[in-house]
C-alpha cells in the first residue's frame, strides 16, 4: 500500500513557549479553571462518558461490586462488544529488550532484569505535553526512534528500544484545551515524529503503536471535550485510521491495560478536584475482579497528592511555631487529593492496595522526582514519581518535599516515610536557575511591563493630585503650585517621600494600593497556602512595589522638569523639549508608564527570586522564565518479576524550525545527544526481592 501523503489539514504551525504572564494567558487561564470545575460539578464528562455506553463488564449472575483481586474467574464473563476492556499490551505487541554493549572494548556487563528475556515490555511514559514547539518535538522524536543508545558510565553504553507501548501522564497540550491547541501544539509535533503508517506489518499486525492517555488539569478546560475527540474511540478497535504513527483503543478518559500475566497499568482521571467518579470507581472495580490475585500495578495520575503530605519548609515551621507560643494550635490540614486516592485504592483492590500498586507515576510538576520508602519504613510500600518533563516549562525542585509521610491506608492512620532518592534537575541547580529570573523576566514578559505601568501610572497621578493639594492648602504656598512642584521640591531622596505624602491624601492612591495589596495576597496565597504565610509574602511584594513605584513616580517627575531644561541639538530637533513643556502632565503620565513598566518588572522578579528561599510561588517565578530545558520522559522495561525505569532527558533543548516542502514538515535544527538522568528498580514482590534488586540495580 502506498503511503498517505500529508494533507493539508494536517498541517500545523509550531508555537514558541507561552507567554504566561501576558493578561491574555491570564484571563484565559483564570476562566479556563472557573469553567473546567463548572464543567466537573455540573455537567462531569466522565459521567457523560458511562452513560453512553453499555456497562463494561457483566457477569452472569449480573452486574460485579468486587472490591478484591481475583474474585472472579474471567471466563465467566459475558462481554459486551461496544465498550473496553483492559487492553492486553503484551499479546498486541512484540516485545524487546534492553542491551548494555561495551564502549572501547570494556567488558559487557548484564543489565537490570535480564532484558534478553522476550517477556520484557517497553512502556514510554510522558506527561505535560505541547507548550513550545522545540521541546515537544525534542522528546517526541527521541521517543520515536528505534533505540535509544545512553552512556552509564565511560566503560559502557546503554541501548534500549523504542516503547511498545506510549501513555500520556497528563496536560496533553497548553495554556488550555482546544481543537488548534491540540493540532499545533501537540498531534502535530507528534505525527512529524511518528510518521503515518501506510499499512500493517508482514504477519498483519498493526504496526502503529498503542498510546493512551489520562487528562490533566489543562485538558478540563474545555470540559474535556477535544481530549475525547483526539484520544478516545467509540469502540476499542475501531481506530482504523493510518495517518498517524500511533493507534487509540481506550474508549473514556481512564483505562486499564495488562502488560504481562503480572503487571497491570491503570490511568485514572482525577478531574480538576482529584475526585473519582462513581462510573469510574465501579469500572476499577469490575476490572480488578478480573485481576489475578498475585497482580502488581502501575498507577498513573494526574497531580502528585503526595505532595500535600510532606514536611513544611523552615519557613512555615517557624511561623507555625510563633502561632503557637501565643495559644494557637496546629492548624496542619489532611491532605484531600491524598485521601481521595487513597480511598479510590482501598474500594476497588480492598485492604491489599498498598501491597498491589508498586509504582505510581504523575506529570503536573515539570521536573523529575523519585520518592522512596525510607530505610525501615516499609519496603512493601509503592515508589512514587513525578515526571512531568514532556515539553512544558521547567519548574522548580524546590516544590518537591525532601520527605513524606503518607498513610496508605485511607482507614488508617499509620504512615510510612518517604525520602526523596533522585531530583533533575537538583535544588541547587533550580536556585541557581531561579536567580537568573532577575533579567529573565523583565525581558521575556514586556505585555506584564505593560500592566505594571499603567498601575504604577495611575498611583503616580493620584499621588500627585494629593500632593498637590496637600500643598496648597500648607503654610509654604504662597503662590499657585506648578504640576510638579511636590515631587521636586528638594533633593531627588525627599521625592519619594513626596510621592509617599501626597499618596496619603488621595483616595484614589488607597484604593490601587488596596487592590495591589489584596492581588498580591491571592497570588502569595496560591498552591494552598496558609494565610499566615500568605501575609507576610504579599506585605514584602507590596513593600518591594511600594519602593518601585515612589521611584518611578520620583524619576519620571525629575525627568519631566529637567528636560525642557536641556538645551542640546537633539532635544530641538526632536522638539521633545517644547513638547513636554507645553504638555506638562500628558508627559509626565507618559514618562511614568514607561520607567513604571521597567521599575515594576524588576520589583516583581526580586520578589520571586527571594521568595524561592521560603518555598513560595516557586511555579510563578518558574512560568515567567519559560525555560525549554532539562526535558524528559521514562522507559520502562517491565519483565515479570520486576520493572526498570530509564529516565531519559536532555539538559539543554536547541531552538527548532519547522518548514514545509512539497506538503511535508522538515525540522531543523540540532540534535541533541539524550542522557541517562536516573535508573530504577521496582519490584512485584517487594519483601523479598527489593533488596536484591536495590542491590542489582547499583
Known amino acids: 500500500m502506498a503511503e498517505e501523503p500529508w494533507i493539508p489539514p494536517l498541517r500545523y504551525r509550531a508555537h514558541s513557549m507561552v507567554r504566561w504572564f501576558a493578561p491574555t494567558e491570564i484571563i484565559r487561564g483564570a476562566y479556563g479553571e472557573f469553567f473546567g470545575r ?14 453512553l455506553r453499555e456497562p463494561v463488564v457483566h457477569h452472569a449472575q449480573g452486574p460485579i461490586f468486587g472490591q478484591r483481586l481475583g474474585t472472579i474467574d474471567p471466563e465467566n464473563f459475558l462481554i459486551f462488544c461496544n465498550d473496553q476492556l483492559p487492553f492486553h499490551g503484551a499479546r498486541e505487541r512484540p516485545v524487546h529488550g534492553a542491551r548494555e554493549r561495551p564502549v572501547h572494548g570494556a567488558r559487557e556487563r548484564a543489565v537490570h532484569g535480564d532484558p534478553e528475556r522476550p517477556s520484557d515490555l517497553t512502556v514510554d511514559y510522558v506527561a505535560d505535553i505541547g507548550d513550545g514547539f522545540s521541546p515537544t518535538f525534542t522528546i517526541a522524536r527521541q521517543m520515536a526512534a528505534p533505540t535509544t543508545t545512553l552512556s552509564v558510565d565511560h566503560q559502557t553504553s546503554l541501548t534500549l528500544p523504542r516503547g511498545d507501548v506510549i501513555i500520556m501522564g497528563g496536560d496533553e497540550v497548553y495554556p488550555a484545551a482546544g481543537a488548534e491547541h491540540y493540532r499545533d501544539r501537540t498531534i502535530g509535533p507528534y505525527r512529524t515524529a511518528f510518521p503515518p503508517e501506510s499499512g500493517t506489518g508482514p504477519d498483519g499486525a498493526d504496526r502503529r503503536v498503542p498510546l493512551f492517555a489520562i487528562p490533566g488539569n489543562h485538558d478540563w478546560y474545555d470540559g474535556l471535550a477535544s481530549f475525547l475527540e483526539r484520544f478516545t474511540v467509540f469502540q476499542s478497535g475501531d481506530d482504523t485510521s493510518h495517518r498517524r504513527g500511533w493507534s487509540l483503543h481506550q474508549t473514556r478518559s481512564y483505562y486499564a491495560i495488562q502488560l504481562t500475566d503480572t503487571w497491570w497499568l491503570w490511568g485514572i482521571d482525577i478531574a480538576l478536584n482529584a475526585d473519582i467518579d462513581t462510573p469510574q470507581m465501579q469500572y476499577f472495580r469490575q476490572v480488578a475482579a478480573m485481576m489475578p490475585a498475585e497482580a502488581r500495578i502501575i498507577l498513573c495520575t494526574g497531580k502528585p497528592a503526595w ?32 485521601n481521595r486516592l487513597t480511598y479510590f485504592l482501598e474500594k476497588t483492590l480492598g485492604s491489599p492496595a498498598p501491597e498491589a500498586v508498586r509504582l ?58 518517604y525520602a526523596v532518592e533522585h531530583e533533575w534537575p537538583d535544588r541547587g541547580t533550580s536556585r541557581r536557575i531561579g536567580v537568573t529570573a532577575l533579567w529573565r523576566i523583565p525581558w521575556g514578559n514586556p505585555e506584564l511591563g505593560t500592566v505594571f505601568g499603567v498601575v504604577y501610572t495611575l498611583f503616580g497621578l493620584a499621588a500627585r493630585a494629593g500632593a498637590r493639594e496637600a500643598f496648597a492648602r500648607s503654610e509654604q504656598a504662597s503662590e499657585p503650585v506648578e504640576v510638579l512642584e511636590p515631587f521636586t521640591a528638594g533633593p531627588f531622596w525627599q521625592d519619594q517621600f513626596q510621592v509617599l505624602w501626597g499618596a496619603m491624601h488621595n483616595v484614589g492612591a488607597w484604593l490601587i494600593t488596596g487592590l495591589v495589596a489584596l492581588a498580591l495576597f491571592a497570588m502569595a496565597k496560591a498552591h494552598r497556602r496558609r494565610w499566615y504565610v500568605a501575609a507576610p509574602a504579599a506585605g514584602l511584594h507590596l513593600l518591594f512595589h511600594g519602593v518601585g513605584v515612589t521611584a518611578a513616580v520620583a524619576a519620571a517627575a525629575r525627568l519631566t522638569e529637567s528636560i525642557p531644561q536641556l538645551d542640546t541639538p537633539l532635544t530641538r530637533v526632536l522638539w521633545v523639549d517644547s513638547i513636554i513643556a507645553g504638555w506638562p502632565t500628558a508627559s509626565f503620565t507618559v514618562i511614568t508608564g514607561l520607567i513604571g513598566a521597567g521599575f515594576g518588572l524588576l520589583a516583581f522578579a526580586l520578589y520571586l ?90
Open 360 to 417: 505510581v507515576m504523575t506529570g503536573d510538576k515539570h521536573f523529575y522526582a523519585r520518592h522512596e520508602p525510607a530505610t525501615g519504613a516499609g519496603v512493601d510500600r509503592p515508589t512514587v514519581v513525578v515526571a512531568g518533563g514532556g515539553g512544558a516549562y521547567l519548574a522548580s525542585t524546590l516544590e518537591a518535599p525532601r520527605k513524606l509521610h503518607l498513610p496508605w491506608r485511607f482507614s488508617s492512620l499509620e504512615t510510612t516515610e
Open 38 to 51: 463548572l464543567f466537573g460539578r455540573y455537567a462531569d464528562s466522565r459521567e457523560t462518558q458511562a452513560a
Open 307 to 338: 505532595f500535600g503530605r510532606g514536611e513544611r519548609g523552615w519557613f512555615e515551621r517557624w511561623l507555625q511555631s510563633m502561632r503557637e507560643r501565643f495559644g494557637a494550635q496546629d492548624d496542619t490540614e489532611a491532605s484531600d487529593e491524598w
Open 609 to 698: 527570586v527571594v521568595a524561592q528561599y521560603f518555598r513560595i510561588n516557586l511555579n510563578e517565578l518558574f512560568v515567567g522564565m519559560r525555560l525549554a530545558d532539562y526535558k524528559h520522559f521514562v522507559r520502562l522495561q517491565v519483565g515479570d518479576d520486576r520493572i526498570v525505569g530509564h529516565v531519559i532527558g536532555f539538559e539543554d533543548v536547541p531552538d527548532l524550525d519547522l518548514t514545509w516542502v512539497d506538503g511535508r514538515p522538515v525540522v531543523v535544527g540540532d540534535t541533541p545527544e539524550p542522557t541517562l538522568i536516573d535508573t530504577f528498580t521496582v519490584a512485584a514482590r517487594p519483601s523479598t526481592d527489593r533488596a536484591a534488586a536495590a542491590a542489582q540495580s547499583g
